[in-house]
């Protein structure tokens, strides 16, 4: 059959299938009921439809009846515009009624959600599921369970999750020799099926689970899988692994694989996997598997789904700065999906197929193509969600037979985002059951073939960017270790630094490179005794030859058009993007860096480059001010002269970069005096600027030891600005210093110093718990907690304190500590050894103030004498006035303090002399905007954690003790670097002046 004769069929039988099923609509769109009533009106307005979205799903948490009503006036009174009618009229009687009113009406609004929620529940435990099968298979349905639950964030949680899929399969088993089978002979469903089929996420079997530990996440979900695999196979179940977001794709493809082939399972069949049609990947992945299943002679099953995660998936991408992995038009996906299908028919001699959608247009498409192809009915069902699109699977019933129904089971908690996840896609403008039943769109329309209807809707191609002047700023993308050759650039870059190691770093001064016999070494915090470096210390003379050098240049370089100096920074910026891995990697041996933190500093350099570049073309043009006519005013910047840049070692390339580049782009010569921790990371700035053409004298590089050279570098009086970035004790005395006006010195220094702070994450007692521990893990043990934006407290609403604390515990624990090279570990040793006795004293500290919650520590094996790992400390029972809760440690040790209630967090959150970063997760409207109004720090993180700030979306600084000066990555940082000044020219020449077109004029 060719395709316009195909296509013609399809057609056709989709117009039978609507003949068959017209006058009925799904119970959610069904407005007689409740729900049916409020959907109705959240397609109608799209403001509603996402508040009762985000309140369904916080619901589940609010667990008294006070709480709940607050939540219902803040979603549905605050501000909230029209409410459909059937909850006009409840609440507006409720305000009538008063308190006792409210509740009323709280009470039932919650019952109304949670009936929803359960219509597409097919069970909270075990004896309802088994009720609700009994009656499902009576109707001529078979099944498929899946397991619901929150994410899985240790360990501990994945032990629970394996216990209680073998508990539900024993169940099953128990209960399947009751069930006759669904039209076929002997003990399977159609003659073929097992009666039992069960549908498991691989991320709820292994809490550590990356992407860019990808042999470690394969092995350790397949090691708690496994054993299910074996029980379904013991009970002659089918088990079927479900795909998830995109990070976990090519894992859960290789765990497929490998449970397929697995000796105890090799000749046992019914073992299926998930792919997502609207991702661009899935037809060579489906290739793929089925390529891998010839050549093993292992037959297969696909269970082929659209996908339910098409908005996370753009957001990240398009946040990341990488390619959209999904069709962004509907039709798109649709046609992949019939194009996929088309394949897995065609080779149903190896792989079964599962059809799972409620596309009537789809459906039609995979009945006819393996009409067309013969292919038998053994080889191929469908499937539908259970609760929704009833029309569809009766009416698929009637014409295929072989329907199972897609049966999520499990407590309401992890139920409603389950629901949000579906009612989101069922209510979305392209939703075929909406465009099917609530919107009743056109037949003929809907069963268009979906390559005419793509093509029809792609939208145009974008303009071609303008060849004059520089493109707009975008973030440098973040790495992907979903892709295959980022995974394997770090190991290989690493081991091509190792091979170098050892060498000599000399000083870079005047375009020089000059030796001194004082030497630092610089080693690898994992294994002390492997020198990465062994850098060449700037005495006195030194510091002289460099600020002589650079006065001369500086007069040189000042006067370079800024368009010349944004050029060669941004020249600066394409050279750190080819040597990304290998700048990165370097990170990783010398300061102990994860692979991603790594990448990410080096990739914050570029964005400082690449920002400040711009923004320098930005100010350089002078502003007029005022429009009186007979006067010109030109508003303009000039470059201060030469600034000292003192940086540090947790952030060494991005933060060096950052400061040494705003210095010379804005026509100033720089001192670099690197942290003599980071010291050949920071030598990298040497061979970037020099090869992006900086001239000789404007960029110099003096490491140097603070007792020598410090506080006489900051005291000559050639230096205009100080640029810092450390500790509050050190900053604070650069201040001091710098102000003191020295013999020949005739300006006020400039210093511009970040330093530091007491971070807190604030947990309401509404807080999404999946979400809040594993963001506060990250923020609080991430580089090992080493960063001046790192969440050292994190303070809990007492409502939630004992959930989100045995969590919390819980996931620590399960994260893993050792050399940073690894892609396994989560956190490694800290920088030095002093670094390290310090943060062990604040251990001891803890130790008394409260109670120890955590002390996890690394493997005997690696925490020797040799390397610098510290334990990672959580301390419970720490209140504002222990030292614990004020000072800065710099070091994964995380106090945990329980507020009574919001207000009270809110002010413990500020009691320190600090103001750099907060967060709160809370789903309250009302406590969200006081935090805006009242947590007082620099940045401010609502629903995530609080570090990796990015140039310009998240410019960064904080302001009390924590710094002095304006955000980096931000619209007013430059202007530091330089000294303002006012041109005015009388433009009145004998009683006559020209007019300009925006003089103020008659």
């Not at 549908?199 to 992407?211: G, H, I, L």
């Not at 991408?317 to 992949?336: C, F, H, L, M, R």
Request: charged share 25%; aromatic share 8%; glycine share 8%.
């Amino acid at each position: 059959m060719d395709t316009s004769q195909l296509d013609a069929a399809i057609k056709a039988r989709g117009k039978e299938f609507f003949t068959s099923i017209a006058g009925e609509a799904p119970s959610i769109f069904n407005k007689g009921w409740w729900t049916g009533k409020v959907m109705d009106w959240a397609m109608k307005n799209e403001d509603f439809k996402v508040k009762l979205f985000r309140f369904v799903d916080v619901l589940p948490y609010l667990d008294n009846g006070d709480s709940l009503s607050r939540h219902i006036d803040e979603y549905f009174v605050d501000d909230c515009g029209e409410l459909p009618p059937v909850m006009k009229f409840g609440i507006k009687s409720a305000g009538i009624a008063g308190k006792i009113g409210g509740k009323i009406m709280a009470k039932s609004i919650r019952a109304n959600i949670e009936k929803m929620a359960r219509q597409f529940i097919v069970g909270q435990n075990t004896k309802e599921a088994v009720h609700s099968i009994d009656k499902l298979r009576k109707d001529g349905f078979a099944f498929v369970l899946d397991v619901l639950g929150e994410a899985t964030v240790s360990e501990a949680e994945a032990d629970a999750r394996l216990e209680e899929h073998m508990e539900l399969l024993q169940a099953l088993g128990n209960a399947q020799s009751k069930w006759k089978p669904l039209d076929g002979n002997g003990e399977m469903d159609w003659g073929h099926a097992p009666k039992i089929n069960l549908a498991v996420k691989p991320s709820a079997f292994y809490s550590q689970a990356k992407p860019r530990d990808f042999e470690g996440s394969v092995q350790g979900i397949l090691d708690r899988l496994l054993p299910v695999a074996k029980k379904a196979r013991e009970l002659g179940a089918f088990l079927c692994i479900d795909m998830e977001q995109l990070d976990l794709k090519d894992i859960t493809i290789e765990l497929y694989k490998r449970l397929r082939s697995h000796p105890d399972l090799a000749d046992y069949p019914h073992l299926g996997i998930v792919l997502q049609a609207y991702l661009r990947e899935t037809d060579a992945d489906a290739k793929g598997l089925v390529e891998w299943a010839r050549e093993k002679n292992l037959p297969i099953s696909i269970r082929l789904v659209k996908g339910a995660y098409w908005d996370y998936e753009t957001v990240k991408a398009k946040q990341n700065g990488w390619e959209i992995p999904v069709y962004t038009v509907k039709a798109e996906s649709d046609a992949a999906y019939e194009r996929i299908a088309g394949y897995i028919l065609q080779n149903a001699d190896i792989c079964h197929f599962a059809c799972a959608s409620h596309n009537i247009r789809t459906i039609s498409a995979v009945q006819e193509t393996a009409l067309s192809l013969g292919v038998p009915e053994s080889a191929y069902e469908f499937q539908v969600l259970y609760g929704m699109a009833e029309p569809v699977r009766k009416g698929l019933l009637n014409v295929a037979g072989r329907v199972r129904l897609y049966c999520p089971y499990g407590d309401l908690v992890p139920g409603m985002a389950y629901l949000v996840r579906r009612l989101l896609e069922n209510t979305a403008n392209e939703s075929f059951l909406r465009q099917s039943f609530a919107d009743e769109s056109d037949h003929d329309r809907l069963l268009e073939n979906p390559v005419t209807t793509a093509q029809r809707e792609a939208p145009a191609p974008e303009p071609a960017p303008s060849c004059e002047g520089v493109g707009p700023f975008r973030n440098d993308p973040a790495i992907d270790f979903t892709i295959e050759e980022a995974r394997r650039a770090f190991p290989e870059a690493i081991a091509a630094r190792r091979a170098s190691l050892g060498r000599t770093y000399p000083l870079f001064i005047g375009g020089k490179d000059i030796e001194t016999d004082d030497r630092i070494p610089s080693t690898n915090p994992a294994n002390l005794s492997e020198v990465v470096g062994e850098v060449c210390q700037a005495g006195t003379a030194e510091i002289d030859q460099a600020i002589a050098a650079a006065v001369t240049a500086q007069k040189e370089w000042a006067r370079r058009p800024a368009k010349e100096r944004a050029e060669i920074i941004m020249r600066a910026a394409e050279i750190a993007k080819e040597r990304i891995i290998d700048l990165a990697a370097i990170q990783v041996l010398e300061v102990g860096k994860q692979w991603d933190q790594a990448h990410a500093d080096v990739g914050e350099a570029i964005d400082f480059m690449e920002y400040y570049a711009r923004d320098m073309l930005r100010l350089d043009n002078p502003r007029r001010m005022g429009r009186a006519p007979g006067e010109i005013n030109h508003y303009m910047y000039q470059p201060k002269g030469v600034a000292a840049v003192i940086a540090p070692w947790n952030f060494p390339l991005a933060i060096s970069v950052g400061m040494c580049s705003a210095a010379i782009v804005t026509g100033n010569a720089v001192l670099y005096k690197p942290s003599s921790l980071s010291s050949v990371i920071g030598y990298g700035l040497v061979e970037i600027f020099k090869e992006a053409g900086v001239p000789d004298g404007v960029f110099n590089y003096v490491p140097g030891r603070s007792s020598v050279m410090g506080d006489y570098l900051v005291n000559r009086p050639e230096i205009s600005v100080i640029a810092f970035t450390g500790s509050m004790e050190v900053g604070t005395h650069i201040i001091e210093t710098a102000a003191k006006i020295q013999p020949g010195q005739d300006h006020v220094k400039r210093v511009i110093a970040e330093m530091g702070g007491k971070n807190a994450l604030i947990i309401d007692d509404d807080a999404e718990l999946d979400e809040a521990v594993v963001h506060t893990l990250y923020a609080a043990f991430g580089f090992q907690g080493q960063k001046c934006s790192a969440c050292s407290r994190v303070i809990v609403v007492d409502a939630i304190y004992d959930r989100f604390v045995d969590r919390l515990v819980e996931g620590a624990r399960s994260l893993k500590i050792g050399p940073s090279e690894d892609p396994g570990n989560n956190m490694g040793p800290v920088v030095d050894v002093s670094q390290q006795k310090k943060i062990k004293e604040y251990v001891e500290i803890a130790r008394k103030e409260g109670t120890i919650l955590v002390e996890h520590t690394a493997p005997a094996a690696l925490d020797t004498d040799n390397a610098c790992y510290v334990p990672m400390t959580i301390v419970g029972g720490i209140t504002p006035e222990h030292r614990i809760a004020q000072e800065e440690i710099f070091g994964p040790v995380l106090a945990v303090m329980r507020a009574k209630n919001f207000d009270q967090a809110i002010e413990w959150a500020n009691s320190t002399r600090y103001a750099l970063t907060g967060g709160v997760f809370s789903r309250s409207p009302r406590h969200l905007e006081q935090a805006r109004r009242e947590f007082n720090v620099g940045n401010l993180y609502l629903n995530r954690n609080n570090v990796g700030a990015l140039v310009e979306r998240q410019a960064f600084g904080g302001f009390k003790l924590s710094g002095v000066g304006s955000k980096t990555g931000g619209p007013d940082y430059l202007i530091q670097y330089m000294d303002p000044k006012v041109i005015t020219e009388n433009t009145m020449r004998r009683g006559f002046t020209p007019i300009a077109e925006d003089d103020e004029w008659v």
